[in-house]
């Protein structure tokens, strides 16, 4: 994909016939500004990214408000939003966070590079941090170490995976709601002395 140098351009396409944003390859500064419109639309947009990696560096918690929002990529493990946060934290790391209704993810990976030391202990990173409902996340690749996923939802909330991969080391699938994994992998990675598990009791 092409390499943007210097300061990223943020003005990001958008086709009021389809809804739809099409954000430029490996452009991480028109991504944040299409979610940004896309909050301030109040949703029932979608946000397409092409095959690329958007580095949102150490940027947190990248909010996801407006409801029926959908993210699709051109595929699974060509399309990467990634950030590297400066300290591990559950509620300080995520790469998204979901605060909506109905939020579709489709084809692509999120990933959470969060200081992680093998050695002695665990440290949280979560690449969805998901406080919406009815979030459907289909052939989606979550990559983390702990707390990848946390479903941190109120009473009532729901959610579906088809397909993808759900990968950590310890605790990876953690928080609160109800949440149904169809056909799902859940990919254990290396852990730390205290041993592999997916998800705490």
Do not use: H
């Not at 929002?69 to 998204?96: C, F, M, Q, Y």
């Not at 459907?136 to 996923?149: A, E, P, S």
């Not at 009532?156 to 994994?181: H, P, Q, T």
């Amino acid at each position: 994909c092409p390499y943007i140098i210097a300061e990223e351009l943020i003005d990001v396409e958008y086709d009021e016939a389809t809804r739809t944003f099409n954000v430029a390859a490996n452009n991480a500064g028109q991504l944040k500004e299409a979610i940004k419109e896309a909050n301030a639309k109040k949703g029932n947009v979608t946000i397409y990214l092409p095959n690329c990696t958007y580095d949102l560096g150490t940027d947190i918690n990248t909010e996801v408000k407006a409801d029926n929002i959908a993210i699709i990529g051109e595929s699974r493990d060509g399309v990467i939003i990634k950030n590297a946060p400066a300290v591990e934290g559950l509620l300080t790391s995520a790469t998204l966070k979901n605060v909506s209704t109905g939020l579709y993810l489709q084809d692509l990976t999120i990933q959470c590079n969060a200081p992680y030391n093998y050695s002695t202990t665990a440290e949280r990173g979560v690449a969805l941090w998901d406080k919406g409902t009815l979030t459907i996340c289909k052939n989606v690749y979550l990559k983390g170490k702990q707390d990848t996923y946390y479903s941190n939802g109120a009473e009532g909330m729901k959610a579906y995976f088809e397909g993808g991969i759900i990968e950590g080391a310890v605790d990876f699938v953690c928080g609160s709601g109800n949440v149904l994994f169809n056909s799902v992998t859940f990919n254990i990675v290396k852990g730390t002395n205290a041993g592999n598990v997916i998800a705490a009791p």
